[in-house]
């Protein structure tokens, strides 16, 4: 084998990188001054601002809410009537999310054939099937349909400061799953700040929380949808997290074109009556969500090894300032920087036809000696541009 044949000292040779010391005092300061830019960075952004020896975990938490409250309003045909939570909040939905109700309004209905504004139409074609319908000159299809019996009666609620007591709570399973931050559960805290423990907040308390803030008194006529998150932003080795509150309109960004929130749901009276109730209001989808913090070792030694690998910029940096930005020493420092070789190609051709004539001891000996001559040259060219 011809790795057998191979000298040992060179089989295993040992390779090493050569530098130069350039004794410059403009590129030494240069030098310097990069790499306390890039210590600084390490420093000051990833470990003081961006916080880089904490390891995060996003989480949800979740959401219980009660909400308590009544309001007395007179109808525009009339009547006075007492609303309870129970009716100003209807329907109930799943847990964290609550319809807040500004405007109820009821129209009795029986069956009957009259317009039906839901369907509107360009003929008798767009009306229902199998039934004797006909497309009036309003756009409205005429067909049996539920029929209003009279005016609706309709009643503004002052719901502004109805009460919605939260219960939030978050956990971060990776960190410490069996630690669990969250609000008291024990009773309705009305006053103070998050700080003190309070969990319990008007419609117009949530409202405000939005950004901008949005007035009740806006959204009273066509209703909302509102996003509240409680954000959990905690360091989990503490034992007491306090969240913050963030919220957002959110039916303006999905529909701009047909704001509010409104909705219906019929209450029947008899087989052919009914009483239609539509409600205006504000739909609260209160959510918890939150990042959790804590001090990683892995996150300090991978910021570390990324810094310390970012050091290796500043002689790049300086290097290539160094041969191309001074003017009259680039020439010199590149002489130093740089050995540039001969063309080999001529060499390799007559090795190749030297070692077909002569032995390989010889062809050696004659490698040995160009490179003598090789350095001799390299040093008198090095001479000869200091001279210059």
């Not at 029986?110 to 767009?126: L, N």
Request: charged share 25%.
């Amino acid at each position: 084998m011809d790795i057998m044949k191979e000298d040992v000292d060179r089989l295993f040779s040992y390779n090493t990188i050569q530098q130069v010391k350039i004794l410059d005092r403009f590129l030494g300061i240069l030098n310097n001054i990069f790499t306390i830019i890039i210590l600084g960075y390490v420093v000051i952004y990833v470990f003081l601002i961006d916080k880089g020896h904490l390891e995060y975990e996003a989480a949800k938490g979740l959401v219980l809410t009660h909400v308590t409250g009544d309001v007395v309003s007179q109808g525009t045909l009339g009547d006075i009537r007492f609303f309870s939570a129970n009716d100003f909040t209807y329907p109930g939905l799943e847990n964290g999310n609550v319809m807040v109700a500004t405007k109820i309004a009821f129209t009795k209905q029986e069956r009957g054939v009259c317009m039906d504004m839901t369907m509107p139409c360009a003929s008798a074609d767009d009306c229902s099937d199998g039934v004797d319908a006909e497309c009036t000159e309003e756009g409205i299809c005429k067909e049996p349909s539920w029929c209003d019996d009279g005016r609706p009666d309709e009643y503004k609620l002052p719901t502004a400061d109805v009460m919605i007591w939260v219960k939030s709570a978050i956990q971060f399973m990776r960190m410490k799953p069996e630690k669990i931050f969250s609000a008291d559960f024990s009773k309705p805290i009305y006053e103070g700040s998050l700080e003190d423990g309070r969990n319990t907040f008007t419609t117009r308390n949530l409202l405000d929380a939005c950004d901008p803030p949005v007035m009740y008194e806006e959204l009273s006529e066509l209703g909302a949808a509102i996003e509240v998150q409680f954000v959990y932003d905690c360091n989990v080795g503490k034992d007491k997290c306090t969240p913050r509150i963030q919220a957002r309109r959110v039916e303006n960004i999905f529909q701009p074109a047909n704001i509010g929130f409104t909705f219906s749901y019929p209450q029947y009276t008899g087989v052919d009556k009914r009483t239609l109730v539509t409600v205006t209001g504000i739909r609260f989808y209160i959510r918890a969500v939150g990042t959790g913090e804590m001090l990683s070792t892995a996150a300090i030694i991978l910021k570390l090894s990324t810094g310390l690998t970012l050091l290796g910029l500043a002689p790049i940096i300086v290097d290539l300032m160094m041969v191309r930005c001074f003017k009259g020493k680039s020439a010199i420092y590149f002489s130093r920087k740089y050995d540039m070789s001969e063309d080999f190609s001529e060499i390799f051709a007559d090795l190749e036809a030297k070692k077909a004539e002569q032995g390989d001891e010889e062809v050696v000996e004659d490698d040995g000696e160009e490179a003598e001559i090789a350095e001799a040259n390299w040093r008198r060219r090095m001479d000869e541009e200091d001279e210059h």
